[in-house]
């Protein structure tokens, strides 16, 4: 791993000889990999439980027809994505000036994935993102700021690619679409009534002076929180001034890394010679991710296969919507897991 030569880093708000005592918010990746190989390895045996209970045994479907040739481009398209926000990482750290080899930065990312396999997949691997990166130089501020980020290049996306899917596809009558108006109709006075307390609650300790000075007499007593606060400011406000150029180049970026997402699919599809509209299909792959970010379970388990088949069923072969299911889910999930654990263990003496 990386080491400085001195404590004071680019951009440091922090007295020399201080830099390294900043809080670092990252578990124990090692314990994490322990106990990640039995809980996938139950994963991958539930998966191929739930496909072949899926599967219509009455037109069972032909494994002969499996396309290997398809089921190896879906292999290295479930592994892409790593590379794409390893070069997202590397465009911000050129940024704050600080200097990452690639082995780290991909380290960095594979981690963030595998961390997150135990926590929900709207807060994922950040512990360990931001843990990494201040290893890497990074003050916890730059940290903080380069894990948000990410979330916000992650939301700018989808947020411009949901409208572009809803005009091209018009899944008015799709299952899941419905399930989710039905829902939303149904308890419109509820969320209304839980907008409103929420936004009275941020209201009232916002202005409410009692509350002010109990959270400023809580965060004065720790100095370590307050040079966080300021080294997450002075962060902000350099991404803010100078930083758009990088943050465009990482939206072309991410765009790239979606794509490669949405396709593996297409490749699962194609491995198992199934005649379905890839078009659709691909372009309606959104609803599934955003309901694995709604629905607060580990890595989007049940969440995903659920979402799957609401989306689904209807454009794809009885027969064939276990197998697809299973192979997507063990590539874009299980697979990668695997394949991530072995990279962390493998270059860990190589870091050091």
């Known amino acids: 791993m990386k080491e400085n030569d001195s404590d004071e880093r680019p951009g440091s708000v922090y007295p020399p000889g201080q830099a390294d005592e900043m809080p670092v918010f990252m578990p124990r990746i090692n314990r994490i990999l322990r106990r990640l190989i039995p809980v996938v390895c139950l994963g991958v045996l539930g998966n191929l439980a739930f496909s072949w209970y899926m599967t219509d045994r009455g037109n069972l479907f032909s494994w002969a027809d499996i396309s290997f040739r398809y089921l190896f481009l879906a292999s290295v398209l479930a592994l892409l994505p790593w590379a794409w926000h390893s070069a997202r990482l590397s465009v911000w750290s050129r940024f704050f000036g600080i200097q990452v080899s690639g082995l780290n930065l991909l380290r960095i990312v594979v981690a963030t994935d595998v961390g997150g396999v135990m926590s929900p997949a709207v807060v994922g691997g950040t512990p360990f993102k931001m843990g990494m990166l201040v290893q890497q130089g990074f003050l916890p501020g730059q940290a903080a ?181 299973a192979g997507w889910r063990l590539l874009t999930y299980y697979f990668m897991l695997l394949v991530g654990v072995g990279i962390l263990f493998g270059t860990a003496q190589k870091t050091r």
């Not at 008015?172 to 989710?180: A, D, G, Q």
């Not at 609803?287 to 209807?314: I, K, N, R, S």
């Open 145 to 325: 700021i380069l894990t948000l980020l990410g979330q916000l290049e992650e939301a700018l996306f989808f947020t411009c690619a949901i409208p572009v899917s809803l005009a091209l596809t018009q899944p008015w009558e799709n299952p899941l679409w419905l399930r989710v108006g039905m829902f939303l109709t149904e308890n419109r006075q509820a969320l209304l009534l839980g907008f409103a307390v929420l936004a009275g609650l941020a209201l009232f300790l916002r202005k409410s002076p009692r509350v002010r000075r109990f959270l400023m007499r809580r965060f004065s007593l720790s100095e370590k929180w307050q040079r966080l606060a300021a080294d997450f400011r002075e962060a902000f406000k350099l991404v803010y001034s100078k930083g758009w150029k990088p943050f465009l180049l990482c939206m072309l970026i991410i765009t790239g890394q979606w794509i490669t997402r949405f396709s593996i699919l297409l490749a699962v599809i194609l491995a198992l010679g199934i005649d379905a509209d890839l078009f659709t299909i691909f372009f309606l792959q959104w609803m599934v991710f955003v309901a694995m970010l709604v629905v607060p379970t580990p890595g989007g388990t049940g969440t995903a296969e659920t979402a799957f088949l609401l989306v689904y069923h209807a454009l794809i072969p009885r027969a064939a919507v276990g197998p697809i299911l």
